[in-house]
């Protein structure tokens, strides 16, 4: 009996032993921040700033900040499970980079947004020129500014416009 509990202590003593390297490593915790670049391609600047390979992951757009793309494509993070694309020829601006306050401007172009996680107290807005559309869901949605149309698919969406409507799909 005395046998088999030094033995459990010794497991015990060599997994804590183990564990240790990796309750001290830091190095390796990300903090997810609204507005991090995920992906660049082609030609995409924030301001004066052109963006490549090695923006992303250290390049994030903040509140005032407008992407622009020519001919390229950029992925931003607006918040965990939230994924801005923008693509060729279109203009964005971030207007609050919040975990739970989360507005972009559609100004130009063509833009979508996955929503593969939401939570309750998340509040998801993209706006384009006479209107603003609230996300609700999981799901993907599509803005085309130069049309004036957002496009849902597979989600919820309250949009609400100036011109003469309110519409939820």
């Not at 804590?16 to 030609?43: A, C, F, R």
């Not at 950029?74 to 060729?88: K, S, Y």
């Not at 309250?158 to 939820?168: A, E, G, H, M, P």
Request: aromatic share 6%.
């Amino acid at each position: 009996m005395r046998l088999s509990w030094l033995k459990g202590m010794g497991v015990l003593f060599l997994a804590t032993v183990i564990s240790v390297p990796v309750w001290g490593d830091t190095s390796s915790t990300h903090l997810t921040v609204p507005g991090t670049l995920n992906y660049v391609e082609g030609q995409v600047s924030i301001g004066e700033q052109a963006l490549n390979a090695k923006s992303i992951g250290s390049t994030n757009l903040e509140a005032g900040q407008s992407l622009a793309t020519e001919e390229g494509k950029a992925e931003i993070l607006l918040t965990p499970g939230v994924f801005l694309r923008v693509n060729d020829d279109s203009t964005v601006k971030m207007i609050s980079p919040s975990l739970t306050d989360t507005e972009i401007a559609l100004q130009k172009g063509q833009a979508m947004v996955e929503v593969a996680e939401i939570h309750r107290e998340n509040d998801l807005r993209v706006s384009e020129d006479g209107g603003t559309t609230t996300l609700l869901k999981t799901g993907l949605y599509d803005f085309d500014a130069n049309q004036g149309q957002v496009r849902v698919f597979d989600g919820k969406a309250l949009v609400q416009t100036s011109i003469v409507w309110d519409k939820t799909w």
